[in-house]
Nanobody, 122 residues
Framework: QVQLVESGGGLVQPGESLRLSCAASGSFFRITRMNWYRQAPGKKRVLVAA???????NYPYWLLGRFIISGDYAKNTVYLQMNNLQPEDTAVYFC????????????????WGQGTQVTVRS
């Protein structure tokens, strides 16, 4: 059993910032990737930030550098710093991890958090 607990969502005004957190616990050997997705009402879930345990990070170009992902692989925790938030950033944000189940396994399993609501409005 793997659990992802997200926190940090809320209601903010345009131009403000928020920091989301996601802590993973349970039965896995090692996390290989930690990511953040979001899903706005009536739209598909999309990737907004990705990190690997090799230190790499990736973002979609349309975010224009406003979001920063930080993965603490020693603590199995990932953060998403969101700056200059705009109404179009309103969505449910989901934490996603990929992890190996055991030292000898090459299989990577994927897990999702329950989501945290971020609302941006004046």
């Amino acid at each position: 059993q793997v659990q992802l607990v997200e926190s940090g969502g809320g209601l903010v005004q345009p131009g403000e910032s928020l920091r989301l957190s996601c802590a993973a616990s349970g039965s896995f050997f090692r996390i290989t990737r930690m990511n953040w997705y979001r899903q706005a009402p009536g739209k598909k879930r999309v990737l907004v930030a990705a990190s690997g345990n090799d230190g790499t990070t990736n973002y979609p170009y349309w975010l224009l550098g406003r979001f920063i992902i930080s993965g603490d692989y020693a603590k199995n925790t990932v953060y998403l710093q969101m700056n200059n938030l705009q109404p179009e950033d309103t969505a449910v944000y989901f934490c996603n991890i990929q992890a190996r189940g055991s030292p000898g396994s090459v299989v990577v399993d994927e897990y999702w958090g329950q989501g945290t609501q971020v609302t941006v409005r004046s």
